[in-house]
């Protein structure tokens, strides 16, 4: 019994790693602009089908498809920026609803294009196979492994955009006082656009990589973007270690508690961890202090 949940302990790093991959680019985003984009996990969906396209009709493996995701997807989110969200800066209920909207549409496009029949993507032959865990006989995918290392690296690149580049410095200036960044001659619309391009081209390549787990579908992305979601809740909007902290109490959560009861209950008690946590901490495991202005 030890070994089995050890086990599930291990696949967990993987949900780690995909939540980590979805919740960077949501946690920039809201961070930034304020805006819950409830296109987010049709993001992630359209980065499968990318990988999709790739593989059935170009002939190419899933290495190719996580720069081309995360272009197109950059892309798209460029498009939807500036075509709708910069409209709607402020009011929070109309961004809700027209990105919902968004969602609709990339369904709908999806459907018409590529059916509504279930797909299925290839993980490249180099990662075909697992290798046993040191110190047990436990296999491990070679996939997940390599879903994984590529979360890290998406962090660490994350971390250096936002510590030690001047762009990164403009976007956390935004993220602190918007008024006065614009007052100092940051283009606030600029960082907006390349956030919410960064943000999406990440969701594009988590799609990329749950393409081999799941099969691809129009309505794949939801859970996905539910839980990171949960994710920025619980570990707090705008730190790259609450991002972190987040996904790994959600992802080996549900993943151990879904093994040792089933997945509903899994994912209730999960959810009332969450409940009890943000009652106690109420802006998450991890905030930003952000200074008060007084009206003089």
């Known amino acids: 019994m030890a070994e089995a949940v050890f086990a599930q302990f291990l696949?967990?790093?993987?949900?780690?790693?995909?939540?980590?991959?979805?919740?960077?680019?949501?946690?920039?985003?809201f961070g930034v602009m304020r805006v819950i984009n409830m296109a987010h996990g049709d993001f992630i969906m359209i980065g499968a089908y990318v990988a999709y396209v790739l593989q059935y009709y170009l002939h190419l493996n899933l290495f190719w498809a996580v720069p081309a995701a995360f272009v197109v997807l950059g892309l798209l989110g460029v498009v939807v920026e500036w075509g709708l969200i910069r409209?709607?800066?402020?009011?929070?209920l109309e961004t809700?609803?027209?990105?919902?909207?968004?969602?609709?549409?990339?369904?709908?496009?999806?459907?018409?294009?590529?059916?509504?029949?279930?797909?299925?993507?290839?993980?490249?032959?180099?990662?075909?196979?697992?290798?046993?865990?040191?110190?047990?006989n436990l296999p491990f995918p070679y996939f997940r492994l390599f879903i994984i290392v590529?979360?890290?690296?998406l962090l660490l690149m994350t971390y250096w955009l936002l510590y030690r580049t001047d762009l990164g410095m403009h976007v956390r200036a935004v993220n602190q006082n918007r008024a006065m960044a614009a007052v100092l001659g940051i283009d606030t619309r600029r960082i907006d656009s390349a956030v919410f391009a960064f943000g999406s081209g990440l969701a594009g390549i988590a799609g990329v990589v749950v393409a081999p787990i799941k099969t691809v579908s129009p309505i794949m992305g939801f859970k996905?973007?539910?839980?990171?979601?949960?994710?920025?809740?619980?570990?707090?909007?705008?730190?790259?270690?609450?991002?972190?902290?987040?996904?790994?109490?959600i992802g080996e959560g549900e993943t151990v508690l879904a093994f040792l009861f089933n997945n509903v209950i899994g994912e209730l008690l999960v959810f009332t961890m969450i409940v009890l946590v943000i009652r106690v901490f109420p802006q998450g495991l991890f905030t930003i202090q952000h200074r008060r202005t007084e009206n003089l």
């Open 150 to 153: 590529l979360a890290l690296v």
């Open 11 to 29: 696949t967990g790093f993987s949900i780690v790693a995909i939540l980590l991959i979805i919740s960077l680019g949501l946690a920039i985003i």
């Open 224 to 249: 996905y973007a539910v839980d990171s979601y949960m994710v920025i809740v619980l570990g707090g909007v705008g730190r790259l270690a609450g991002t972190l902290a987040g996904a790994t109490v």
């Open 96 to 136: 809700l609803l027209a990105t919902w909207g968004v969602s609709i549409i990339l369904q709908a496009g999806i459907r018409l294009t590529f059916g509504p029949e279930l797909r299925y993507v290839k993980a490249p032959d180099a990662l075909s196979g697992e290798f046993p865990v040191p110190g047990s």
């Open 87 to 92: 409209q709607l800066y402020g009011r929070p």
